[in-house]
């Protein structure tokens, strides 16, 4: 499926645009999904949903390695990087820090989406389905993400 290639490209340009190479805080997946089309009930179409998860089993080892992969602690000089890791994580030691943390890198990859989705002719438009209907339904928890945002995807024409 064309549009399926589209999503596939889509995820992994915003993966190499974020701005570390470690461990993620979240995910994208595609999701597909059979509706049945208001016009003809007996023929189901696929709606292709963009998924972003939070990952709830992100811990402090893997902020680290999330920090230590980003441009700006690389930029750090030598003798100041254990400081600036000491510094950056006393900074999300709170758990409200840290899920807003989460959420905010989240929602930049969400912009990066929505930014390349219009170079490839896609569009995205929030779903009608609450993210935790999502949770429910794709049993989320069990797997240690949340659902955060969730778009359709389609072809503009």
């Not at 490209?9 to 997946?29: C, K």
């Not at 254990?82 to 820090?97: A, G, H, S, V, W």
């Amino acid at each position: 499926m064309l549009l399926q290639s589209k999503i596939d490209e889509l995820i992994l340009d915003i993966q190499r645009l974020l701005p570390s190479y470690g461990h993620s805080p979240f995910t994208i997946i595609s999701y597909v999904k059979d509706q049945i089309d208001s016009v003809d009930a007996k023929s189901p179409v696929s709606v292709v949903h963009l998924l972003f998860l939070v990952r709830l089993n992100f811990n402090k080892n893997d902020l680290e390695d999330y920090l230590l992969h980003t441009p700006s602690y690389l930029m750090v000089p030598d003798h100041l990087k254990p400081t600036y890791l000491i510094r950056f994580m006393e900074k999300l030691k709170d758990q409200r820090q840290f899920v807003q943390w989460q959420e905010q890198i989240a929602s930049m990859g969400l912009g990066m989406a929505l930014l390349l989705a219009a170079n490839q002719n896609l569009a995205l438009r929030p779903c009608s389905i609450e993210p935790q209907v999502i949770d429910l339904e794709l049993h989320l928890s069990s797997k240690n993400l949340r659902c955060l945002y969730a778009y359709v995807v389609y072809n503009k024409f």
